[in-house]
């Protein structure tokens, strides 16, 4: 019998994360993609609950300012 | 009542001090206007934008929590849209599973450590042979960091600056002197 595949952990339910906080662009931008799109939940290794959020503090940056919607080339 | 928290930036044509003023007198217009109570007060001071908005390429922000009648919540959105001293403004309702505000430079500290660890594990896990090294997916520096460099980088620059400046003044001095009596 082939093994198992290792079971799904969604790291920030592992780091007891209740809600996504938008005001840090640091953590947010490990879940973007080099064109600064949101990466895919197959990437990101987050359970839904935390993508919808991550979604969300994102798209909340983006508009503070905070983060990009696109790179810009210097 | 409903825990709200608000997120503005101020126009960069104001200087430190009246920045840090007119968020003082927009909690102050909370408090008093909409009979919020305000909770949290953090000025964040000058940031670099991700991208250029209205022409600029920072502004100084500031972050409130407060609590407000969610009645009043649509009229403080039109009376904020309305305000020349703010460039943009987030206005949002806390979570109330949401950990306790935290002040921005206690958060820039935690996430300089957080990089500091990583970057550590990174080192020790090299020298380990035989295994292949991870894949891992392209983590350029966001914009947004290169501008949370940018202000400190202008407070600092100055004061380096001073010392070398006094050094060329006199050497220059030395050599208008000395050609003025070659002459």
């Known amino acids: ?74 | 009542m409903q825990q709200y928290e608000i997120m503005v930036i101020i126009p960069n044509s104001l200087d430190a001090k009246a920045a840090e003023k007119s968020y003082k007198d927009l909690n102050k217009r909370l408090a008093d206007e909409f009979g919020a109570q305000v909770t949290f007060e953090d000025f964040w001071g000058e940031r670099g934008f991700a991208y250029i908005i209205n022409k600029q390429k920072w502004g100084y922000y500031a972050v409130s929590q407060f609590e407000m009648d969610p009645t009043r919540a649509q009229e403080l959105r039109h009376e904020l849209n309305l305000d020349k001293e703010i460039v943009r403004f987030l206005l949002t309702k806390v979570d109330p599973r949401a950990p306790k505000p935290q002040k921005y430079a206690d958060m820039q500290k935690e996430y300089a450590a957080a990089n500091k660890k990583k970057a550590e594990a990174a080192k020790d896990a090299k020298p380990a042979p035989g295994k292949k090294a991870k894949l891992t997916t392209v983590k350029e520096d966001a914009p947004a960091k290169e501008a949370d460099t940018k202000p400190t980088e202008k407070a600092e620059a100055p004061a380096a600056d001073e010392a070398p400046k006094d050094a060329v003044d006199k050497k220059l001095d030395a050599i208008i002197d000395e050609s003025s009596t070659d002459l």
């Open chain 1, 1 to 74: 019998m082939p093994p198992r595949p290792k079971k799904f952990v969604c790291t920030l339910c592992k780091n007891n994360v209740q809600v996504v906080d938008y005001k840090n662009p640091g953590f947010l931008a490990n879940y973007i993609t080099y064109y600064r799109s949101l990466q895919s939940r197959f990437h990101t290794g987050v359970c839904l609950k935390h993508q919808k959020q991550l979604a969300v503090a994102v798209k909340r940056a983006r508009g503070m300012g905070l983060l990009a919607a696109v790179r810009y080339e210097k």
